[in-house]
């Protein structure tokens, strides 16, 4: 058996994988990628802790994750289409009609 | 178990003896009426997609669906569902819990969501998807509903996303104006990134203790926990997907831009319910599950949440007396607000906790009002097409004359001055400051709203005291708007004197988390 500790780094580092896109990337459908990204590793926090406390509320509980992401995804991949419709880019810098 | 021994407890009072899965959905109502409204639009929508002439049954049923949902949540309350000896009626296990804070928060998002509704029907004519506007509405407003019912940190996700799914589309709703599709971008992003992080931060909070359900978490930490540093993690991390969702430092960038760019309803909406809905599920999460004590090996946010207040009301009162479009200086003033009501969470475990607890929720109402109020006003403003910023309201005192007092009420409860609720709220807070020794954050609160009044003051001068430009002409007076105005003001002035009301209400559902 992997002790915990293992799937917690390995947790960590993707979700800083996930954020270190986020603030790099300029794309917004690689912002939706690096987003996935950092919701998986919660869930493998959540599977690995729930295998360790030998009870199953972390995967159920991941399983909700993975359906949200996914409707979250759709409702991001229609607002980035509307977004390529007005601006004719999905850079995430283009935007800029309002000021920050 | 849970679920049969607190019915067992709950329903004996004489019009509550049913059967238990009946009393599960009696206490639900209010989230069972928005649901189903939300379905009931769909089915009207399909029967012909392409018929305008359908408008006013939409906008009805939906106006209909949140009138008896807020009417519900009044009766509840008054019968005194999940409050008094007995404690929070749970259900489901835990996974909801309905109580006098949960049905008070419930009365906010349902009479927003009205106000809201009844503002649309002159704000959207002539638009088309008219019927997923207002299921997109109604579908939101259960998710706060839920969310101000959550009971487990599962829960708490799920309802979050399901109020904050619908609001991405919303903001994004005018699908050829640029500023609603940037606005809805910057929403999104940021509202991604801040539910990723929330997730993770779940995943930390149960790695440490095991549990997702806020009252097994609770007793997880009171036995002490040997994970100190990733409970510590987790905690902050979650406190970050709240800080989104209330529009706080630092995840309050998308506010300004989301609140300017979408229609200014969907504004008013988002500004004053989803505000409240963040700060709901921030209170009961953080006095239930990490009550001061039991983390304070791990970390003592109520320092994190007395920084965030400090900045937070700085930032947004600094940010919003710069300003030169009205709407954008409301966004910002949204902000402001959200840094007073985190007094309540910083002055958490001073031996006041009822109190204090209870003055953000009144402030939370009375905002509901009162910001829903002023962002409606704006939606007049886009609806006459007069401009947006202070100097194209020069005059408009001339032109509407009743929709001006309505607006000069809010801006000046808004700054804290006793023409509406706003005033009662703010004191409120400030004796809650100075009573839990929070004397530097009463400090910056008087400040701040001594800074406000600059701003706020500003656009009741352009309505009332300059001179009108030559081109400036209002076509009609539209009905709804009208009316959702109105009664706001109307409201925001009446809750000057009946605040107490409210208050004992607040008081005794704060004091009941901690009881």
């Keep these: 058996m992997v002790a915990v500790q293992y799937y917690l780094l390995l947790s960590g580092a993707i979700f800083c994988i996930g954020l270190f896109g986020i603030l790099t990337r300029r794309n917004a459908l690689f912002f939706l990628m690096s987003v996935e990204l950092m919701l998986n590793a919660a869930n493998i926090n959540l599977v690995a802790f729930s295998f360790q406390y030998g009870n199953l509320t972390g995967q159920v509980f991941s399983l909700f994750i993975t359906a949200l992401a996914a409707a979250e995804v759709a409702v991001g991949i229609g607002i980035i289409l509307v977004l390529y419709r007005n601006f004719g880019d999905v850079d995430v810098t283009k935007a800029t009609t309002l000021r920050w | 178990m849970v679920i049969s021994a607190s019915l067992v407890t709950w329903f004996s009072g004489p019009t509550l003896q049913t059967a238990p899965p009946i009393g599960d959905w009696v206490a639900l109502t209010p989230v069972l009426l928005l649901g189903l409204t939300a379905l009931i639009l769909f089915v009207i929508d399909s029967i012909d997609p392409d018929d305008a002439s359908n408008t006013p049954a939409l906008a009805g049923t939906a106006a209909v669906g949140t009138v008896l949902a807020l009417g519900a949540a009044v009766v509840l309350l008054a019968a005194g569902i999940g409050q008094g000896q007995g404690g929070a009626l749970r259900l489901y296990g835990g996974q909801l819990i309905v109580d006098g804070m949960a049905l008070f928060f419930t009365v906010i998002f349902t009479s927003v969501a009205t106000l809201v509704i009844v503002a649309s029907y002159d704000y959207l004519a002539d638009r088309v998807y008219q019927a997923e506007y207002y299921m997109l509405i109604l579908l939101a407003a259960t998710g706060m509903t839920l969310m101000a019912a959550a009971g487990s940190l599962a829960t708490v996700f799920i309802s979050l996303e399901l109020a904050s799914l619908p609001s991405y589309a919303l903001v994004a709703f005018l699908k050829d104006n640029r500023g609603s599709v940037e606005a809805g971008l910057k929403y999104f992003l940021i509202g991604a990134l801040s539910s990723a992080i929330f997730a993770y931060g779940i995943s930390l909070v149960y790695g440490a203790t095991g549990r997702l359900g806020l009252d097994a978490i609770a007793q997880q930490l009171s036995g002490g926990t040997q ?158 097409e007069i401009g947006r910023t202070f100097e194209d309201y020069n005059g408009l005192g001339t032109q509407a004359p009743i929709a001006c007092v309505a607006m000069s009420v809010f801006m000046f409860s808004l700054a804290g001055l006793p023409v509406g609720g706003g005033f009662m709220s703010k004191y409120f807070i400030l004796v809650g400051a100075v009573g839990t020794g929070h004397f530097v954050l009463a400090a910056l609160l008087l400040i701040n709203s001594a800074l406000s009044l600059y701003y706020y003051s500003r656009v009741v001068r352009s309505l009332w005291f300059e001179d009108p430009a030559d081109s400036l002409s209002i076509d009609g007076y539209p009905v709804g708007l009208y009316a959702a105005v109105i009664g706001a003001a109307v409201i925001t002035f009446l809750l000057l004197p009946g605040i107490f009301l409210a208050s004992d209400v607040a008081t005794s559902a704060a004091s009941a988390l901690f009881a």
């Design chain 2, 227 to 384: 994970l100190v540093g990733i409970l510590g993690v987790g905690v902050l991390m979650v406190a970050g997907g709240f800080a989104f969702k209330t529009a706080s430092v630092p995840f309050h960038f998308w506010a300004p831009a989301a609140y300017e760019g979408a229609p200014a309803p969907v504004s008013a909406f988002l500004s004053s319910a989803s505000k409240a809905a963040g700060f709901v599920v921030a209170f009961r999460v953080f006095a239930v599950a990490f009550s001061p004590d039991a983390v304070a090996a791990s970390v003592d946010w109520t320092l994190a949440f007395w920084l965030l207040a400090a900045v937070t009301m700085t930032i947004g009162n600094f940010a919003a007396a710069t300003q030169d479009k009205v709407k954008r200086m409301l966004a910002y003033s949204s902000v402001g607000h959200a840094g007073y009501v985190l007094i309540g969470l910083a002055a958490l475990n001073a031996g006041q906790n009822g109190l204090v607890l209870g003055a953000s929720m009144i402030h939370l109402l009375v905002y509901g009002f009162m910001n829903t109020g002023a962002f409606l006003f704006v939606a007049l403003a886009e609806h006459w």
